[in-house]
């Protein structure tokens, strides 16, 4: 089955530091990729997503590219801030299931100013 | 639009008793889900519904039901809490799109604690 396997966290970072949180995923077919974010007491929301290999998805100074070769979507930013805190989950869909979405176990950013 | 709207928004059960989760929306979604998050597990898929009447398993239902009689609710059904079920509850709703994938919207989530 379907499978998202991201970095264990907790992550701690200063304010303007790089970030980088790995994602690889096991899939059947050709799945879309989505990195969601959970700031503290709310629910999910999408940050990004890529729907094709090498499509990159971006948002809010977030970047993550769709490799298919290395079955990975790895999220970067160059600079982080400390609104940025929050819990970063990568998930994949795959064709024709758009309802259920798979899930990696989280990761957990702390930005220090 | 208020988007995906679930009560309550927390709720502590004693054992054995028996509740139910509501979620709405009103983005007239043909697809419904409902998620638990545990510490260190993500999020795991309870049960799905693909339109009114339809409704299927996902990864973790036992103790779970579900149905949907409208296209706008959505309500999730512990029929004998336990505290295995401690959790914290999201429903979510998206389009349905053939093979090309539309963002699920997420409620903004139930915690529930069994004693």
């Known amino acids: 089955g379907d499978s998202v396997t991201q970095m264990e966290g907790p992550v701690t970072l200063s304010e303007e530091a790089f970030l980088t949180i790995n994602c690889t995923y096991t899939a059947t077919g050709y799945p879309s990729l989505f990195w969601y974010v959970q700031y503290p007491g709310e629910g999910l929301q999408l940050l990004l997503k890529a729907t094709k290999a090498d499509d990159k998805g971006s948002n809010k100074g977030f970047e993550a590219t769709y490799r298919k070769e290395t079955t990975s979507f790895h999220l970067e930013k160059g600079s982080v801030q400390v609104s940025d805190s929050a819990v970063y989950f990568c998930a994949l869909t795959s064709a024709g299931s758009n309802y259920k979405l798979t899930f990696g176990k989280g990761t957990l950013l702390t930005v220090n100013p | 639009n208020a988007g995906v709207t679930q009560t309550p928004k927390f709720q502590v059960l004693k054992t054995g008793q028996s509740m139910t989760l509501q979620c709405a929306q009103d983005m007239n979604h043909e697809y419904m889900s409902w998620y638990r998050q545990d510490p260190g597990m993500g999020l795991r898929l309870i049960h799905y519904?693909?339109?009114?009447?339809?409704?299927d398993q996902g990864e973790v239902p036992n103790g779970y039901n579900v149905s949907r009689s409208t296209t706008e609710d959505f309500p999730l059904r512990l029929l004998s809490a336990a505290p295995s079920q401690t959790s914290v509850y999201f429903c979510?709703?998206?389009?349905?799109?053939?093979?090309?994938?539309?963002?699920?919207?997420f409620g903004p989530g139930t915690r529930l604690t069994v004693l």
């Open positions: 979510a709703s998206s389009s349905s799109g053939g093979l090309s994938y539309n963002e699920q919207f």
């Open positions: 519904s693909v339109g009114a009447g339809i409704t």
